[in-house]
């Protein structure tokens, strides 16, 4: 059972969409892409630093600001599609999306030994 159902509209971003060709986010990115960008990057790190399923609580602060306070959830999120996707919500507001595209990204930490400190 996915954290998304079915019948909600979702953002649904390829993370390469934001990136140069090798890699990067552009210098002239405009200031919500930049913002949007880092946020489902951060979502993307932690979902492939700590390759956990189902749903779970990640250390992002959700992006949404309704009646212009931020809101106070913090973003689950889990691998779905057969680990090709990410979907994230938020359960204080119920923003939530879908990131494709993750793969290769500067966020993308799947593979990499985690540094626990004690190397
Ligand atoms: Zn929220």
Redesign the pocket.
Same mark, same amino acid.
């Given at each position: 059972m996915s954290i998304l159902e079915p019948e909600t509209p979702v953002l649904v971003t390829d993370l390469r969409h934001y990136l140069t060709p090798d890699m990067r986010l552009p210098d002239d990115l405009p200031g919500p892409a930049l913002r949007l960008a880092r946020f489902q990057g951060a979502i993307v790190e932690w979902v492939t630093i700590w390759d956990l399923i189902p749903p779970i609580g990640t250390n992002v602060a @959700? !992006? !949404?600001r309704?009646g212009r306070r931020p @809101?106070? #959830?913090t973003v689950r999120a889990e691998v779905v599609e057969n680990g090709t996707a990410i979907a994230w919500d &938020?359960p204080? &507001? #119920?923003?939530a999306g879908w990131i494709e595209g993750w793969q290769g990204t500067p966020w993308d930490r799947s593979g990499e030994a985690f540094d626990d400190g004690s190397g």
């Open positions: @959700c !992006r !949404r309704p @809101c106070s #959830g &938020c204080v &507001c #119920g923003d």
